[in-house]
């Protein structure tokens, strides 16, 4: 059963860190593209941030460039977002996203159940 988990969520304080990690099981996920999103209440889930299947390639939303950075360790099956100098706007929940970079259509994608951020102004 293919599972991601994620941890490391929390109430941080604006302008402080947070480490979110999202734990593969299952399968492995070398072929995969994994990506995190966040969503707030009553907002739609938005992109925050991607690795690609190999690791040499990333990307960000606007907001959070340069605050931001995701890394994978693929001997682990893991993904992590390392986040810093959060804002209020940032509060949401945080879930981890897996999609195999070589597979197109249904069934190539999981999502984990998110973890909850909380940033105070």
């Known amino acids: 059963q293919v599972q991601l988990v994620e941890s490391g969520g929390g109430l941080v304080q604006a302008g402080g860190s947070l480490r979110l990690s999202c734990a593969a099981s299952g399968r492995t996920f070398n072929n995969y593209d994994m990506s995190w999103y966040r969503q707030a209440p009553g907002k739609e889930r938005e992109f925050v941030a991607v690795?690609?299947?190999?690791?040499?390639?990333?990307s960000y939303a606007d907001s959070v460039k340069g605050r931001f950075t995701i890394s994978r360790d693929k001997a682990k099956n893991t993904v992590s977002l390392q986040m810093n100098n959060l804002k209020a706007e940032d509060s949401a929940i945080y879930h981890c996203?897996?999609?195999?970079?070589?597979?197109?259509?249904?069934?190539?994608?999981?999502w984990g159940q998110g973890t909850q951020v909380t940033v105070s102004s």
């Open positions: 996203n897996a999609k195999n970079h070589f597979v197109v259509g249904p069934g190539n994608s999981y």
């Open positions: 690795i690609t299947w190999s690791g040499d390639s990333t």
